[in-house]
């Protein structure tokens, strides 16, 4: 045979191990040449590109980004769904992050544990993947409802969903996210139910929380919930917020926004949210950069999990 360099050596060598599965010994056999040569024939043909290959993970995460992302803001875990058309893959984007999520919170539950929901698109997904019973476990509310948000994709229906799935019991949050009044926020406090539902989320061993923009998705109607008056609303403006956790805003630093947005919402804080032992963001789309940025900034989460598309401008801080 000519050189072992040249591409129809190695073609010839790289069909004999791969497609027809010889042993390199086998192969060296065959064409009357050393098993060292062999091997050396099998890396050129990988170097030059002849041979190729490929390794399709049936979870269908992006390992690579996930240890960047651990790596590079200290997260305790990434779990990155693929793009969804991956090796043909038709599994939505949302899907497959309710998937990572769900595995992730069942791989996470132990005895008598409690788990703390917000709320959201990507949260849903998750309780939808969860099949398997865990009925030790109590799930509960991180904050309160906000009527024009889907039902399915509410705060208290997911968590009665996810309690349901599971098997547990559950406890809900039933009173507005959002009061018009600081007065109003501050009586429903003071309501028994209210207290201890509050009670139950801050004593969370584990949450899963969406993370919303300023600007999109459930943010209008939260800002709308609120009644601001016009000064309120430019005051809220000017403190730039990035997005939301549980109807709570903070800025590019992770720090929680002050006013009538913070004093007129029924959930936990962020500072209840930091004490969790272990918070969980789930999101995706690129669109949420700078939101997933400013809570990494701001240690509001422990644990990503994310889309290719959301984890790719994370890493490189745009949009």
Same mark, same amino acid.
């Given at each position: 045979m000519g050189t072992s360099r040249e591409p129809e050596a190695l073609l010839q060598v790289a069909r004999l191990y791969y497609l027809e599965n010889l042993s390199q010994q086998q192969v060296a056999a065959r064409l009357g040449i050393s098993r060292s040569n062999v091997s050396r024939m099998l890396s050129d043909a990988l170097a030059q590109g002849i041979v190729e290959i490929r390794i399709n993970d049936p979870a269908r995460r992006e390992r690579t980004l996930e240890r960047e992302l651990e790596q590079t803001f200290g997260l305790r875990e990434a779990r990155v769904a693929e793009h969804p058309g991956a090796f043909g893959s038709t599994t939505r984007t949302t899907d497959q992050l309710g998937v990572l999520a769900s595995q992730l919170l069942l791989s996470s539950i132990s005895e008598q544990m409690t788990i703390?929901?917000?709320?959201?698109?990507?949260?849903? @997904?998750?309780?939808?993947?969860?099949?398997?019973?865990?009925? #030790?476990?109590?799930?509960? &509310?991180?904050?309160? !409802?906000?009527?024009?948000?889907?039902?399915?994709?509410? !705060?208290?229906?997911? *968590?009665?969903?996810?309690?349901?799935?599971?098997?547990? #019991?559950? %406890?809900?949050?039933?009173?507005?996210?959002?009061?018009?009044?600081?007065?109003?926020?501050?009586?429903?406090?003071?309501?028994?139910?209210?207290?201890?539902?509050?009670?139950?989320?801050?004593? &969370?061993?584990?949450?899963?929380?969406?993370?919303?923009?300023?600007? =999109?998705?459930?943010?209008? =109607?939260?800002?709308?919930?609120?009644?601001?008056?016009? %000064?309120?609303?430019?005051?809220?403006? %000017?403190? %730039?917020?990035?997005?939301?956790? @549980?109807?709570?805003?903070?800025?590019?630093?992770?720090?929680?926004?002050?006013?009538?947005?913070? =004093?007129? *919402?029924?959930?936990?804080?962020?500072? =209840?949210?930091?004490?969790?032992?272990?918070?969980?963001?789930?999101?995706?789309?690129? @669109?949420? *950069?700078?939101?997933?940025?400013?809570?990494?900034?701001?240690?509001?989460?422990?644990?990503?999990v994310c889309d290719e598309s959301l984890a790719r401008g994370v890493l490189t801080g745009t949009s």
């Open positions: 703390g929901l917000s709320w959201g698109p990507a949260l849903y @997904a998750m309780v939808r993947a969860t099949t398997e019973q865990a009925p #030790s476990v109590q799930v509960v &509310s991180l904050v309160g !409802g906000l009527t024009s948000t889907p039902g399915e994709a509410n !705060g208290p229906e997911l *968590v009665r969903e996810l309690a349901s799935r599971l098997g547990a #019991s559950f %406890r809900s949050l039933l009173a507005p996210a959002a009061l018009t009044t600081t007065e109003g926020a501050r009586a429903l406090l003071r309501e028994q139910p209210v207290a201890e539902a509050l009670a139950a989320a801050r004593a &969370s061993d584990i949450a899963f929380v969406g993370i919303g923009t300023a600007t =999109d998705g459930s943010s209008p =109607d939260i800002l709308a919930s609120l009644g601001l008056t016009k %000064r309120q609303t430019a005051e809220f403006w %000017r403190q %730039r917020p990035v997005g939301h956790i @549980a109807a709570r805003y903070f800025g590019s630093d992770g720090r929680p926004l002050t006013g009538a947005v913070h =004093d007129r *919402v029924l959930a936990v804080t962020l500072k =209840d949210l930091a004490a969790i032992p272990t918070v969980v963001g789930v999101a995706s789309g690129r @669109a949420k *950069v700078p939101a997933v940025l400013g809570a990494l900034a701001g240690g509001l989460i422990d644990v990503l």
